[in-house]
């Protein structure tokens, strides 16, 4: 589904996605109906320098001050870098890899961002985080604890069964009042594919109760009072009270993050589960990026780094000689058109990555 992000930009050359060639500052122009690809919005409003983006159109916009806001169903992402003033904050060459796969990050979409818990209301329900913020933050509650030990994929398809019974049921759709008159053995029914879905049945038809009873039909705000909910923990709470009350109180440590801080040696070998890396993550990385982190790594770790077998081939960091991890044998290549093959088969369209490196 379409999606909107701000880049802030002060670089002078943006191209590709917008078909719009040039436009007046402060003039918004569309495609027409039928068209799937941009939208862009240019408003002369000044913006922090702080995003950068390899992100260019086809022709320059003079005025550094532009904020352009880009709406497309193949957006690119855009995470903020490091700002230099960061780097010595941490481990050695925690800047230069956070960097480089944010950059990387521009050039693909992974399943978090259209399908992670975050996104995954405003995908169903588009504007819904704004339209409803109480109901955005039931729905987020809801598929947090459905992601456990499940793919964002399969996620993504039990919440959809989901708003669509609850729409059929009740006038208020996929909300807190809907959910709660159901039995466990319907909500059951409607998250069968996702794992381990009988005890979340369980956790979501109890965690009902306990919203209505003790948090006045909201989700509470503070962390000790989320990890009460059954089935939640401190890594849905940090995420759940990021997203959904915009409270940055700690990092949400996805098994994504959790491995590649491992890996790049940004924790110790002694951080053996995500809440030990999530303390040793807030020992020293600036607070700015405790948002960002997660879902910037786990696209990562969802599609370039995925688990046991990284592509290391197209990955800069390996590239770069940043990785302690990486690949030797994938690094020198040469890649085979199997290889290419077997590359375009990821969880998310690689194509641009792989022009660029291969
Ligand atoms: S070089 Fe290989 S192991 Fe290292 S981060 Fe990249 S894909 Fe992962």
């Known amino acids: 589904m ?3 992000r701000v880049i802030s930009s002060s670089f002078e050359t943006l191209t590709k996605k917008a078909k719009v060639l040039s436009v007046p500052s402060g003039k918004t122009v569309g495609k027409k109906a039928g068209h799937t690809d941009s939208r862009v919005e240019i ?5 922090p320098a702080s995003h950068n983006a390899d992100i260019t159109f086809e022709k320059s916009v003079d005025d550094p001050r532009v904020k ?3 709406e497309s169903e193949l957006q690119p992402n855009v995470f903020s870098k490091v700002d230099p003033d960061d780097f010595n904050k941490g481990p050695p060459s925690w800047a230069q890899i956070y960097n480089t796969v944010v950059q990387m990050r521009s050039k693909f979409l992974a399943p978090v961002d259209g399908q992670g818990c975050e996104s995954m209301p405003n995908t169903i329900t588009p504007g ?3 339209s409803n913020p109480k ?3 039931f729905q987020l509650l809801i598929s947090l604890m459905l992601s456990s030990q499940t793919k964002d994929e399969v996620n993504y398809e039990a919440m959809v069964n989901l708003n669509k019974g609850l729409e059929k049921k009740h006038a208020g759709g ?3 009042e809907a959910m709660s008159e159901l039995s466990e053995i319907e909500i059951d029914s409607y998250i069968c594919k996702v794992g381990f879905h009988n005890r979340k049945a369980q956790y979501i038809a109890k965690t009902c109760q306990m919203l209505k009873s003790e948090f006045n039909g909201d ?3 503070r962390i000790e009072d989320i990890v009460r909910l059954p089935g939640v923990g401190p890594k849905m709470g940090y995420l759940l009270l990021q997203a959904g009350w915009n409270i940055n109180s700690g990092i949400g440590v996805d098994v994504h993050l959790h491995r590649l801080a491992l890996l790049w040696h940004w924790v110790s070998p002694k951080a053996t589960t995500p809440e030990k890396c999530r303390v040793e993550l807030e020992s020293w990385l600036p607070e700015k990026y405790w948002r960002d982190i997660n879902p910037l790594i786990v696209g990562f770790g969802q599609v370039v780094c995925v688990p ?4 290391c081939d197209i990955c800069t960091v390996g590239r770069n000689g940043l990785c302690p991890g990486a690949n030797k044998r994938l690094l020198k290549g040469p890649v085979s058109e199997e290889r290419k093959v077997k590359l375009m088969k990821q969880r998310a369209d690689l194509t641009t990555l792989i022009n660029d490196y291969l």
């Open 2 to 4: 379409p999606s909107k």
């Open 43 to 47: 408003k002369t409003e000044k913006t």
């Open 68 to 70: 352009i806001e880009l």
């Open 128 to 130: 819904l985080k704004v």
């Open 135 to 137: 109901k955005y933050r």
């Open 174 to 176: 996929f909300c807190l």
């Open 219 to 221: 989700i509470p705000n």
């Open 308 to 311: 046991r077998a990284g592509n």
